[in-house]
């Protein structure tokens, strides 16, 4: 089993992971052993905070060894090819967690037969999103179906990932970003392919919104996006997420993936103030994680 993207997985695996969350939260104890004996290599070409401390952190509390491997030391495509480096990898290891630039590479990492899982790709955030989908599923102790959730910003990996799921789940999803800078239209067709139903709508001028009970928020300049801020600050400014837009759309939680640049997508008043939970969602990484590596090493073991 690969975790490529959400699409990867049909809505009642989301509601496993999601499930199976929840309970290594409230109880990790009983969850220590399933990665005994087992390596995963980390493989990183970009830089990151939260999602390899909550890896590393996660595979040693699941009972396994997290090895991570900086891509620069191991020059993927340079020093040698993809393809080598996961065949080699499989002769120690048990599965790669990869954050890449360009998709296809997880394709190509995931040739060797390990499982791999998406650690961030131009494309897709899925770990991300299951942890977003995990805290509002908290905040809302409801069904999620009833729930107005609007992403602002770029329609980026991350933004792109929250659409599989929020498809995938039936959810309510808004997406408003400027014109130019909406989710990759191949992306959406590939959306509609798999859901022909969904019930996300993407809209490029904020005063179309009228409510959302969650604000969700991203960079306006994603890694490896060479974008100077002072092109991007007249462009995305308008959509910044700051008390006013709280107040008129009568929101309830702030989400944000971190890291955030504060008064630019979003003020301090608003990341710092009561209805954040992107602690929360930042902490929520390393539960949806282990939940995913769990059931991926169960199926091994069954
Ligand atoms: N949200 C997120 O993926 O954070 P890092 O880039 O720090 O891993």
């Not at 909406?182 to 509609?192: A, I, R």
């Not at 969700?216 to 995305?236: A, C, K, N, Q």
């Amino acid at each position: 089993m690969n975790l490529l993207s959400l699409f990867d997985l049909e809505a009642k695996q989301i509601h496993q992971v999601l499930k199976l969350a929840g309970e290594i939260k409230a109880h990790p104890a009983g969850y220590q052993t399933c990665l005994k004996g087992r390596s995963i290599a980390l493989l990183f070409e970009k830089p990151s905070l939260r999602t390899r401390v909550s890896f590393e952190v996660g595979i040693q509390q699941l009972g396994g060894q997290a090895i991570y491997l900086d891509a620069q030391m191991v020059g993927p495509g340079q020093r040698e090819s993809i393809e080598d480096i996961a065949r080699n990898l499989g002769c120690w290891t048990h599965g790669i967690v990869a954050r890449v630039f360009q998709h296809d590479t997880l394709t190509r990492l995931a040739c060797a037969g390990l499982p791999v899982v998406n650690a961030l790709c131009d494309q897709h955030h899925p770990c991300q999103s299951l942890a977003d989908l995990l805290t509002i599923q908290e905040r809302y102790p409801v069904d999620l179906r009833v729930v107005d959730i609007l992403f602002i910003g770029e329609g980026n990996n991350v933004c792109q990932s929250l659409m599989v799921g929020a498809a995938a789940l039936d959810l309510k999803l808004t997406v408003v970003t400027p014109a130019a800078f909406g989710p990759n239209e191949e992306f959406l067709q590939k959306l509609k392919e798999h859901f022909p139903h969904h019930r996300i709508q993407v809209k490029h001028d904020l005063t179309d919104v009228p409510h959302a009970d969650v604000i969700y928020t991203d960079t306006w300049v994603s890694m490896g996006d060479h974008r100077p801020i002072e092109e991007t600050l007249p462009i995305f400014m308008p959509y910044q997420v700051n008390q006013d837009l709280i107040d008129r759309l009568q929101a309830t939680t702030v989400l944000h993936c971190l890291p955030a640049h504060r008064n630019h997508e979003i003020t301090d008043q608003v990341l710092d103030g009561p209805l954040s939970s992107v602690l929360q969602q930042a902490e929520n990484r390393l539960y949806v994680q282990k939940a995913v590596l769990y059931m991926i090493y169960q199926e091994f073991a069954a």
